[in-house]
């Protein structure tokens, strides 16, 4: 694909106060995305092969390491211990497997590769294994993409007006209430928007994602969703015959404890790029696709940015060029921060914490009382 290279560009001011709630600017940026691409090395346009199998296998080096470590140690330990012990193999093989996740993700967007019918090979293959319908998901997150910020068109945690939340949520809006709706969203919340496009755009009828005839996919797509669902059926039979040999028991300590957590830090993950105090979202009067682009927010999850494969600090960037292998993007982010300005969002509190107070601060979205911009949204909290 095309590279950028070096050039003198208008850049914006950068934020003077260290307030990561301060609202980034939703009027029309006095940059282009040429001269954001511009400012960033060519060579971080550029996918290898080599480097990135090398991330395939050295996840799944790990994961083997820990299944093996788990498999043949933990049922030796006295009781006590190995109930201890494998909520820790479940942590620490989800965030690695969470890392393999993001790599199929890669696949998804063209950025493992130049060719791509290996992505769509390896995306396939590693999405399955976690129970991810790759084209599905492939051609409902590209329209995410494709319409980011966007209240009318976009796909995937779109904020509803307060007119449109439901009557149950004033008796959610407390502590207890918070827990109960974030542990239903991270455990809960993955299967439910496959299955039945929960927290997605709305469609005129039923919306699937194993549904290749469903609203959501073209007559092009429809057939690469039946090889996503006999990729996942392949699956399904795969864990079907461990159990018969194994039994149900095993196969959850193995696999299922892990998945949960796959699960719940890829909704975690999502949720907090798009969801924050500070990001406008549109009405379709106002929405054009690079101010959707730059309403989405850099996070710090310590060293999991590393096991995540920078997808939580870099999202910026990424979704203004998301055909850039993960490998360049911490790279290509530190070269469009001067020109963003204000456009860039990062926000440095740990993720628990940002988790607990979006839950509590961003209920619905609203535009400013009086402002003509009438078609600009913001996040509100009063019931």
């Given at each position: 694909?095309?590279?950028?290279?070096?050039?003198?560009?208008?850049?914006?001011?950068?934020?003077?106060?260290?307030?990561?709630?301060?609202?980034?600017?939703?009027?029309?940026?006095?940059?282009?995305?040429?001269?954001?691409?511009?400012?960033?090395?060519?060579?971080?346009?550029?996918?290898?092969?080599?480097?990135?199998?090398?991330?395939?296998?050295?996840?799944?080096?790990?994961?083997?390491?820990?299944?093996?470590?788990?498999?043949?140690?933990?049922?030796?330990?006295?009781?006590?211990?190995?109930?201890?012990?494998?909520?820790?193999?479940?942590?620490?093989?989800?965030?690695?497997?969470?890392?393999?996740?993001?790599?199929?993700?890669?696949?998804?967007?063209h950025a493992f590769s130049d060719y791509q019918w290996l992505d769509d090979t390896v995306g396939l293959i590693l999405h399955s294994s976690l129970l991810v319908p790759y084209f599905s998901w492939k051609y409902s997150h590209r329209r995410h993409h494709s319409n980011t910020g966007s209240l009318d068109r976009d796909e995937v945690f779109v904020p509803k007006?307060?007119?449109?939340?439901?009557?149950?949520?004033?008796?959610?809006?407390?502590?207890l209430g918070r827990v109960i709706t974030l542990t239903v969203t991270l455990t809960l919340g993955w299967p439910l928007y496959l299955a039945f496009n929960v927290s997605g755009r709305p469609y005129d009828r039923f919306a699937c994602h194993f549904d290749p005839y469903g609203p959501i996919y073209s007559d092009r797509e429809r057939l690469q969703i039946f090889?996503?669902?006999?990729?996942?059926?392949?699956?399904?039979?795969?864990?079907?015959?461990?159990?018969?040999?194994?039994?149900?028991?095993?196969?959850?300590?193995?696999?299922?404890?892990?998945?949960?957590?796959?699960?719940?830090?890829?909704?975690?993950?999502?949720?907090?790029?798009?969801?924050?105090?500070?990001?406008?979202?549109?009405?379709?009067?106002?929405?054009?696709?690079?101010?959707?682009?730059?309403?989405?927010?850099?996070?710090?999850?310590?060293?999991?940015?590393?096991?995540?494969?920078?997808?939580?600090?870099?999202?910026?960037?990424?979704?203004?060029?998301?055909?850039?292998?993960?490998?360049?993007?911490?790279?290509?982010?530190?070269?469009?921060?001067?020109?963003?300005?204000?456009?860039?969002?990062?926000?440095?509190?740990?993720?628990?914490?940002?988790?607990?107070?979006?839950?509590?601060?961003?209920?619905?979205?609203?535009?400013?009382?009086?402002?003509?911009?009438?078609?600009?949204?913001?996040?509100?909290?009063?019931?």
């Amino acid at each position: 694909m095309g590279a950028g290279g070096r050039m003198a560009v208008p850049s914006t001011p950068m934020k003077v106060d260290s307030d990561p709630l301060k609202r980034v600017p939703c009027s029309k940026p006095p940059f282009t995305l040429s001269q954001v691409k511009k400012a960033i090395p060519p060579h971080c346009f550029e996918r290898s092969v080599l480097r990135s199998f090398s991330y395939v296998v050295h996840d799944l080096t790990i994961a083997f390491i820990f299944y093996y470590i788990a498999d043949t140690y933990i049922h030796q330990l006295p009781h006590p211990l190995s109930y201890l012990a494998w909520p820790v193999y479940w942590a620490l093989q989800g965030c690695i497997l969470t890392g393999v996740w993001v790599v199929a993700h890669e696949c998804g967007h063209h950025a493992f590769s130049d060719y791509q019918w290996l992505d769509d090979t390896v995306g396939l293959i590693l999405h399955s294994s976690l129970l991810v319908p790759y084209f599905s998901w492939k051609y409902s997150h590209r329209r995410h993409h494709s319409n980011t910020g966007s209240l009318d068109r976009d796909e995937v945690f779109v904020p509803k007006q307060k007119t449109a939340i439901g009557w149950y949520a004033k008796y959610l809006n407390n502590p207890l209430g918070r827990v109960i709706t974030l542990t239903v969203t991270l455990t809960l919340g993955w299967p439910l928007y496959l299955a039945f496009n929960v927290s997605g755009r709305p469609y005129d009828r039923f919306a699937c994602h194993f549904d290749p005839y469903g609203p959501i996919y073209s007559d092009r797509e429809r057939l690469q969703i039946f090889i996503s669902d006999a990729g996942i059926l392949a699956m399904i039979y795969s864990l079907y015959c461990l159990v018969a040999a194994k039994g149900l028991v095993y196969v959850f300590c193995i696999y299922g404890g892990p998945l949960l957590v796959v699960n719940g830090f890829l909704v975690l993950i999502t949720l907090l790029q798009h969801t924050h105090p500070s990001l406008p979202h549109y009405h379709s009067s106002e929405w054009d696709w690079f101010r959707g682009a730059l309403a989405t927010v850099d996070r710090d999850y310590g060293i999991l940015n590393k096991v995540f494969h920078n997808i939580t600090d870099t999202h910026v960037a990424h979704h203004l060029f998301s055909t850039m292998p993960h490998y360049h993007a911490m790279e290509a982010t530190k070269a469009i921060k001067p020109i963003l300005g204000e456009y860039y969002q990062f926000d440095g509190t740990p993720f628990y914490k940002a988790m607990w107070r979006e839950a509590k601060e961003c209920l619905y979205v609203e535009p400013d009382e009086g402002d003509q911009n009438n078609g600009v949204f913001w996040y509100r909290n009063k019931i």
